[in-house]
Nanobody, 127 residues
């Protein structure tokens, strides 16, 4: 089992940057593909980006490519989301999630594939 704790959210002006972190408990962090999802008020939770267990596979939602970067440090049990050129429509609660079912390069895309979730961190982008 793994516990996930997000941090790094906050209020930022449009065009600014934030770096989210998700720290995982336990000694098997490298066994999990990791993802960031987000949920805006009144909307469904949506995938932002995924990184495979070994860090060599990544997937981004097309609309976010070039602005967001997912990375992981297996030695620190942490996954990151660097968000640049933020827009008001990026305002949401951001969640990290872990999936243990795939191979080293697998990047699961569906919410239902993820076994563990963090509590979320609020990101607010002002115009």
């Amino acid at each position: 089992q793994v516990q996930l704790v997000e941090s790094g959210g906050g209020l930022v002006q449009a065009g600014g940057s934030l770096r989210l972190s998700c720290a995982a408990s336990g000694r098997t962090f490298s066994s999990y593909a990791m993802a960031w999802f987000r949920q805006a008020p009144g909307k469904e939770r949506e995938l932002v980006a995924v990184i495979s267990r070994n860090g060599l596979g990544t997937y981004y939602v097309d609309s976010l490519k070039g602005r967001f970067t997912i990375s992981r440090d297996n030695a620190k049990n942490t996954v990151y989301l660097q968000m640049n050129s933020l827009k008001p429509e990026d305002t949401a609660v951001y969640y990290c999630a872990a999936d243990s079912s795939g191979t080293y390069f697998y990047t699961p895309r569906a919410t239902s594939e993820y076994d563990y979730w963090g509590q979320g961190t609020q990101v607010t982008v002002s115009p």
